[in-house]
């Protein structure tokens, strides 16, 4: 079980590449699935999800190789089941559902559960469906769905914003006979991606990165070449590396307006960000103030940046408190950062962070993909060793972290 060894310390300076979005490429290769024409997907980071998504679609019948950052997707959908021990391992997998169903009016997918941030339901994506004309019985922990006369139009408005529900109708309705609109739909820059993609493969959407999407169905979708945006949630947790150290870093391809929150919160919080081509610098010149954030839907503070932040805010002054609206069980991190002299008290939603001078070096355990990245934010500032182990979860969603860091000075390095 490989661990990773920081001392920490090091202001960090430098340039880190940032690579493609993992959440937007997961249902960028489910389009895949939308024509038996060859998609081909640029700036495909090396990510241990994507290879999970890769082994579910080839199972479904897709060929699909891998050329450095491009992967090619092609070939006929021969398989409509998406089975558990695959399904288990990445939640994402449940969007194979939408598009399995507009193309082949069939599929079973095991309900893919829970994971150590939430019980993650899914029945936004099965309300919608059902909306189209879908039939779903769940049985045996799987979700058996057929569209017996094909999907059609239909007028769904979400009770709250799901990223990934807003993603696997938004695909379904692409085929479906009439027009569908997705109101109270998520805005996330990754759903503007995947609507770009659907777009070039002949579909026909409106107000993508609104609140208010229309999609009016086509019969087919032909093949298209997308390159997939950089990784906002990547780029904010090397803002934070920046900043917990005391650095000055730029970060190259990052785009400044997919991060919405992120960048009002490091600047109220004294971090200087200045835009330059195609990047930006971060860097911590003066102090670092506590601040209080509210995890919200885009474009408020990202969910997924709520850990890294946190441990940020753990070596401010004063104090901050981080309230998570989105997931239930999302503050894994707290007890980790605790260990390390962090002075963190979560009540409920929300978490009391006490600013402390530094942290301590200490061995501590990855829980989720977000966690584990605050703890090696945290390491890098610390006095002395830390060591994290379960460091897996660390690779289904950061490419070369140790690389990327070492490059700016980082003593980081996996045992
Ligand atoms: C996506 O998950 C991301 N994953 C998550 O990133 C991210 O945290 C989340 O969106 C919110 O931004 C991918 O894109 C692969 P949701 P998703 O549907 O689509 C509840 C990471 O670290 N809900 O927006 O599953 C749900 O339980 C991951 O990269 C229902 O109740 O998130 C959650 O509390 C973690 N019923 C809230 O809504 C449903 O049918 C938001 O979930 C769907 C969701």
């Known amino acids: 079980m490989d661990r990773i060894l920081i001392t920490g310390g090091q202001p960090l300076s430098g340039t880190i590449q940032i690579s493609g979005a993992k959440n937007a490429a997961l249902p960028l290769m489910t389009c895949g699935l939308l024509t038996d024409d060859r998609l081909?997907?640029?700036?495909?980071?090396?990510?241990?999800?994507?290879?999970t998504m890769a082994e579910l679609l080839a199972q479904h019948g897709l060929d699909i190789f891998r050329d450095g950052r491009t992967l090619s997707l092609g070939g006929r959908i021969t398989n409509t089941e998406a089975p558990y021990d695959i399904v288990r391992k990445m939640r994402a997998s449940i969007l194979v559902l939408g598009p399995l169903l507009a193309r082949t009016r069939e599929a079973r997918v095991s309900l893919p559960g829970g994971c150590a941030i939430g019980t993650r339901p899914v029945d936004l994506h099965l309300k919608g469906l059902e909306a189209m004309g879908a039939v779903i019985k769940l049985d045996g922990g799987y979700i058996d769905a057929t569209a017996p006369t094909g999907l059609h139009g239909a007028n769904i408005v979400f009770p709250f914003v799901s990223v990934g529900a807003t993603e696997n109708l938004l695909m379904a309705a692409a085929l479906a006979t009439g027009v569908t609109t997705l109101k109270n739909a998520a805005r996330e820059p990754e759903i503007s991606d995947l609507a770009a993609c659907l777009i070039a493969m002949g579909a026909k959407i409106e107000g993508a990165g609104t609140d208010s999407i229309t999609i009016e169905g086509v019969k087919t979708l032909h093949g298209a070449q997308h390159d997939i945006l950089p990784d906002r949630i990547e780029t904010g947790t090397y803002a934070c590396a920046a900043a917990i150290t005391g650095g000055r870093i730029f970060l190259q391809n990052a785009r400044i307006e997919t991060l919405g929150a992120v960048i009002t919160s490091l600047a109220e919080a004294g971090i200087e960000i200045t835009e330059q081509d195609n990047g930006f610098w971060v860097n911590r010149k003066n102090g670092l103030h506590g601040i209080d954030v509210t995890t919200e839907p885009f474009p408020g503070f990202?969910?997924?940046?709520?850990?890294?932040?946190?441990?940020?805010?753990?070596?401010?002054?004063?104090?901050?408190?981080?309230?998570?609206?989105?997931?239930?069980?999302?503050?894994?991190?707290?007890?980790?950062?605790n260990r390390m002299g962090a002075r963190i008290n979560a009540v409920g939603a929300s978490a009391i962070i006490r600013g402390v001078p530094h942290l301590s070096g200490a061995p501590v355990m990855a829980t989720d993909l977000r966690a584990s990245v605050s703890l090696v934010l945290a390491g890098l500032a610390a006095k002395g060793e830390t060591t994290i182990s379960r460091v897996y979860h660390l690779d289904r969603g950061y490419e070369s972290v140790e690389q990327k860091l070492a490059a700016c000075g980082a003593k980081i390095e996996r045992i």
Do not use: C, W
Not at 40 to 51: F, G, M, Q, R, W
């Open 40 to 51: 081909t997907l640029t700036n495909v980071a090396k990510l241990a999800d994507l290879a």
């Open 302 to 337: 990202p969910t997924d940046m709520q850990a890294q932040f946190m441990a940020l805010m753990s070596v401010a002054e004063g104090a901050s408190m981080v309230t998570e609206t989105i997931f239930e069980n999302r503050f894994m991190h707290v007890p980790e950062l």
